[in-house]
T-cell receptor, first 112, second 111 residues
Framework: DSGVTQTPKHLITATGQRVTLRCSPRSGDLSVYWYQQSLDQGLQFLIQYYNGEERAKGNILERFSAQQFPDLHSELNLSSLELGDSALYFC???????????FGSGTRLTVV | DQQVKQNSPSLSVQEGRISILNCDYTNSMFDYFLWYKKYPAEGPTFLISISSIKDKNEDGRFTVFLNKSAKHLSLHIVPSQPGDSAVYFCAASITGSQFYFGTGTSLTVIP
């Protein structure tokens, strides 16, 4: 157990729907990062939050949004889902991001 | 635009031999590099790091080499063990910003 908890582990939904992925960071970590891993792709950075505020944005679609709550857990909202959104979504947290992240085990999203 | 590239999707090595995983990057501003290891159904786990002020960092069987002029880093595993079979990701960042990851290399160590 890495200390980063992601729920749900698996999610199957239909095109056009909206889902919410949840992440609880490791205790004491203020930074949360979301990454997407599609087939044959590396980990694509989506967005970073630090202590409740958005810190950096990567290749995140406008249909996707995220937030970090006062208790530091984070949610990634994916709407108007398309088949191509099927992927593994990883959350990671860090105390000092200069020394790398701790990843959760991911949420596997399948859009049918 | 993929700023960190791992051009070998897979690698097979005999147990006891050396495994060499390669990674290239395009952004000369990157100054911190990591290797992560990922088993199926798990998230990536941190393996070893190197900063741009060094050209080598060693941790047990794992050594990372950095060639800044070539924008290239490599991970050496000696001796390779079957438990090392996993997907290995390299990652790079400019200090204080997010890490960019490569596409991964799947290592199979054959007993």
């Amino acid at each position: 157990d890495s200390g980063v908890t992601q729920t749900p582990k698996h999610l199957i939904t239909a095109t056009g729907q909206r889902v919410t992925l949840r992440c609880s960071p490791r205790s004491g970590d203020l930074s949360v990062y979301w990454y997407q891993q599609s087939l044959d792709q590396g980990l694509q950075f989506l967005i970073q939050y630090y202590n409740g505020e958005e810190r950096a944005k990567g290749n995140i679609l406008e249909r996707f949004s995220a937030q970090q709550f006062p208790d530091l857990h984070s949610e990634l909202n994916l709407s108007s889902l398309e088949l191509g959104d099927s992927a593994l979504y990883f959350c990671a947290s860090a105390r000092d991001p200069n020394y790398g992240y701790t990843f959760g085990s991911g949420t596997r999203l399948t859009v049918v | 635009d993929q700023q960190v590239k791992q051009n070998s999707p897979s690698l097979s090595v005999q147990e006891g031999r050396i495994s060499i995983l390669n990674c290239d990057y395009t952004n000369s501003m990157f100054d911190y590099f990591l290797w992560y290891k990922k088993y199926p159904a798990e998230g990536p786990t941190f393996l070893i790091s190197i900063s741009s002020i060094k050209d080598k960092n060693e941790d047990g069987r794992f050594t990372v080499f950095l060639n800044k002029s070539a924008k290239h880093l490599s991970l050496h595993i000696v001796p390779s063990q079957p438990g090392d079979s996993a997907v290995y990701f390299c990652a790079a960042s400019i200090t204080g910003s997010q890490f960019y990851f490569g596409t991964g290399t799947s290592l199979t160590v054959i007993p």
